[in-house]
């Protein structure tokens, strides 16, 4: 019953998502339509919904227009990273700078922001004091990962820091605004709240994992980014520079060489290590909650995000 809930809920979030990026402008509705449709795992929207139920919510129509704003902040960065990435390809598809250009790409990335405004404009004003703080530290995980991609100190604190602000804390707003929409405790909102926060942190380290040894098919993007450009948890099990002097040294292709001495190094296996703890994190903080079916999806997505190949 619950897998129908959370299914028919994402099944409002996505139509949400299309109807708010209509416009009179014809490349910002079609850059926006484009990357909407090109799909996703819509992991933050269901966060927002589950965490919901957990807490006892009852209306599930409570939490679309918030559910949807979460994932059109996370679409709206995907279309920048994508122009900073110089990536041709997501998830599956062209990127939108690939198609319409990087002028066009830049607006269609800042309407889809403008849009979180109109989505979350019903809430009261702590909810969107929520977003806001979600948003900022996003932006600067975002800006500290550039920084120190380029200076060549990506250690583990600040890869910590970095992936703690820019992927771990949409997920967190989403939990927590859920659990708030649901009328739930503060014990109750905590809880949901530290969940995500790790989960979050799980699907990022898994996700540096995945540039590194998964399938650009599979995957829909390419693979190496992040290491060729000395971001991601590879780089910090690298000396941060030295992987940038090592691409240097290297002939042929340097991307791939660099990828394979990775596989050799134990590095993957450490980055696993990593990921499994704050899996485990997560799920203790599930702990506090009642047994319910939505907790044991929430569950499952621990397990979902940890064993994913894209």
């Known amino acids: 019953m619950v897998k129908k809930i959370v299914q028919e809920g994402l099944e409002a979030v996505e139509k949400q998502l ?13 850059a926006g339509l484009h990357i909407i449709r090109s799909g996703g795992k819509r992991l933050r929207p269901q966060l927002g919904i589950l965490a ?31 122009i900073n990435d110089h990536s041709m ?29 109109e989505l979350m404009a019903p809430y009261p004003s702590e909810y969107n004091v929520i977003m806001a703080d979600a948003t900022t530290k996003l932006v600067e995980g975002e800006t500290l990962q550039a920084a120190a991609a380029k200076a060549g100190n990506m250690d583990r604190e600040t890869y910590k820091t970095i992936i703690s602000r820019k992927t771990a ?34 699907f990022q380290i ?23 450009q000395n971001r991601g948890v590879m780089a910090t099990q690298n ?23 990775l596989r050799e190094s134990g590095a993957l296996e450490i980055a696993r290590m990593q990921a499994e703890e704050t899996a485990v994190r997560a799920r203790n903080a ?11 999806e929430m569950e499952n997505l621990i397990e979902m995000v940890l064993d994913r190949q894209n």
Not at 242 to 261: C, K, L
């Open 52 to 82: 919901y139920l957990a807490a006892g919510g009852q209306d599930v129509a409570r939490v679309i227009p918030m559910s949807a704003a979460i994932e059109m902040v996370h679409t709206a960065t995907l279309v920048h990273d994508d």
């Open 89 to 117: 390809t997501r998830r599956g598809q062209i990127t939108v700078h690939a198609r319409w250009g990087r002028t066009f790409a830049l607006l269609a990335g800042d309407y889809l922001f403008t849009k979180v405004y």
């Open 286 to 296: 599930l702990t506090s909650l009642p047994p319910s079916p939505a907790r044991t």
């Open 18 to 30: 299309r109807d708010i990026v209509k416009s009179d402008v014809d490349v910002l509705q079609d």
């Open 206 to 228: 898994v996700d540096d994992i995945l540039d590194i040894v998964g399938d650009p098919d599979t995957l829909g993007k390419p693979v190496g980014t992040d290491i060729a």
């Open 239 to 261: 000396g941060g520079l030295a992987v940038q002097e090592a691409v240097a040294e290297m002939e042929d292709d340097p991307i791939a060489r660099m990828m394979a001495n």
């Open 169 to 202: 804390s949409l997920f967190e707003a989403a939990a927590r605004m859920g659990a708030m929409l649901a009328d739930a405790g503060e014990e109750m909102i905590e809880a949901l709240a530290i969940y995500a926060y790790n989960l979050g942190l799980t």
